[in-house]
Nanobody, 122 residues
Framework: QVQLVESGGGLVQAGASLRLSCAAS????????MAWFRQAPGKEREFVAL????????VHADSVKGRFTISRDNAKNTVHLQMNSLKPEDTAVYYC???????????????WGQGTQVTVSS
């Protein structure tokens, strides 16, 4: 079992930055690939970013590439999502997820946090 708790969301203006954090507890954090997903009202949950167990490999969705960066600290059992140049279309609930496979698919993740709201005003 892994418990995940996100933090760092908020209301910002377009062009601003936010840094989301996800704190993990439970089974060995470094044994999981970690990802961020988001879900806007009326839309399906979508992939944002993914990082490998060691942190050596990362994948970002095309919609956020160049603006968002995922990172992890295995010593502190945390994963972060640095979000720069935020746009109104980035408004969503952001979820942290842990899974045993390096995958962008929602269904491949076994553990989820409760989510943190990010709202970007124009």
């Amino acid at each position: 079992q892994v418990q995940l708790v996100e933090s760092g969301g908020g209301l910002v203006q377009a062009g601003a930055s936010l840094r989301l954090s996800c704190a993990a507890s439970g089974r060995a954090f470094s044994s999981y690939s970690m990802a961020w997903f988001r879900q806007a009202p009326g839309k399906e949950r979508e992939f944002v970013a993914l990082i490998s167990r060691s942190g050596s490999s990362g994948v970002h969705a095309d919609s956020v590439k160049g603006r968002f960066t995922i990172s992890r600290d295995n010593a502190k059992n945390t994963v972060h999502l640095q979000m720069n140049s935020l746009k109104p279309e980035d408004t969503a609930v952001y979820y942290c997820a842990a899974g045993e496979r390096f995958s962008v698919a929602v269904g491949m993740y076994d553990y989820w946090g409760q989510g943190t709201q990010v709202t970007v005003s124009s």
